[in-house]
T-cell receptor, first 115, second 116 residues
Framework: DTGVSQDPRHKITKRGQNVTFRCDPI?????LYWYRQTLGQGPEFLTY????????KSRLLSDRFSAERPKGSFSTLEIQRTEQGDSAMYLC?????????????FGPGTRLTVL | AQKITQTQPGMFVQEKEAVTLDCTYD???????LFWYKQPSSGEMIFLIY??????QNATEGRYSLNFQKARKSANLVISASQLGDSAMYFC?????????????FGPGTRLSVLP
C-alpha cells in the first residue's frame, strides 16, 4: 500500500501523560500536514512541513504540541501533558507541488482518547 | 468570523437526483484555492475537486462540479446523478496565504444522505 499511513490508529491515555503519533507520507511527497478533527467538525490545521522544515504552525497550537520531520520523510506529533480537550482524531496528509494546486492525500488518522 | 461557512448541516437527496452543497468563504488574499473533500463513515478524507481563484471556468471532475461565484465568495459543490455511495460528510476547504501559502481552513461540513 503506497498511501499515507499513521500509527497508532487508536490511543487511550490518562490525563497528564505524553503521547506521540507517527505519520508516513506517500514517498515522493515533500509536503506534510497535521490536522486535528473533533466529532462533528471539520479538520483544524495544526502544522505544515516542506521537506524537513516546519514552515507553518497554527496560532491555536498549544506549546504542549510539537511536531518533527527530521529527515523529510516520516513525521511525529507529540502532545505533552495531555488534557481531556486533546481527545480528537489526528489526521496527517501529504502532497506534492503541482498536483491540483496541492491536492492532499489523507491518512486514516489516529484517534486519541484522554481519560 | 468563520472563514468557511457551510450552512447545511444535513441534506437528503433521492438516488439519481442532483444535489448542491453550499459553501461560502471569506478571505482578503487575491490568490487562494478552494477544495471539496468527502469523508465517509470509515473516516478517511477523499479529495473530490479543486478550484483556483484565478480559474475562469468552473471545475468539473466526473459527477462533481464546482459552481464558483467569485464576487459572491461562494464555491458550491454539485453532485449529479447521486449514488448510495455518495452518503458521507462533505467538507469545503480553502488554501490561503498567497501563491505559496499552505494554511488550509475547513468548513464544518454537510452530511449528505442519499435515499434509495
Amino acid at each position: 500500500d503506497t498511501g499515507v499511513s499513521q500509527d497508532p490508529r487508536h490511543k487511550i491515555t490518562k490525563r497528564g501523560q505524553n503521547v506521540t503519533f507517527r505519520c508516513d507520507p506517500i514517498s515522493e511527497h515533500n509536503r506534510l500536514y497535521w490536522y486535528r478533527q473533533t466529532l462533528g467538525q471539520g479538520p483544524e490545521f495544526l502544522t505544515y512541513f516542506q521537506n524537513e522544515a516546519q514552515l507553518e504552525k497554527s496560532r491555536l497550537l498549544s506549546d504542549r504540541f510539537s511536531a518533527e520531520r527530521p529527515k523529510g520523510s516520516f513525521s511525529t506529533l507529540e502532545i505533552q501533558r495531555t488534557e481531556q480537550g486533546d481527545s480528537a482524531m489526528y489526521l496527517c496528509a501529504s502532497s506534492f507541488p503541482g498536483q491540483w494546486d496541492n491536492e492532499q492525500f489523507f491518512g486514516p488518522g489516529t484517534r486519541l482518547t484522554v481519560l | 468570523a468563520q472563514k468557511i461557512t457551510q450552512t447545511q448541516p444535513g441534506m437528503f437527496v433521492q438516488e439519481k437526483e442532483a444535489v448542491t452543497l453550499d459553501c461560502t468563504y471569506d478571505t482578503s488574499d487575491p490568490s487562494y484555492g478552494l477544495f471539496w473533500y468527502k469523508q465517509p463513515s470509515s473516516g478517511e478524507m477523499i479529495f473530490l475537486i479543486y478550484q483556483g481563484s484565478y480559474d475562469q471556468q468552473n471545475a468539473t471532475e466526473g459527477r462533481y462540479s464546482l459552481n464558483f461565484q467569485k464576487a459572491r465568495k461562494s464555491a458550491n459543490l454539485v453532485i449529479s446523478a447521486s449514488q448510495l455511495g455518495d452518503s458521507a460528510m462533505y467538507f469545503c476547504a480553502m488554501r490561503e496565504g498567497g501563491d505559496y501559502g499552505q494554511n488550509f481552513v475547513f468548513g464544518p461540513g454537510t452530511r449528505l444522505s442519499v435515499l434509495p
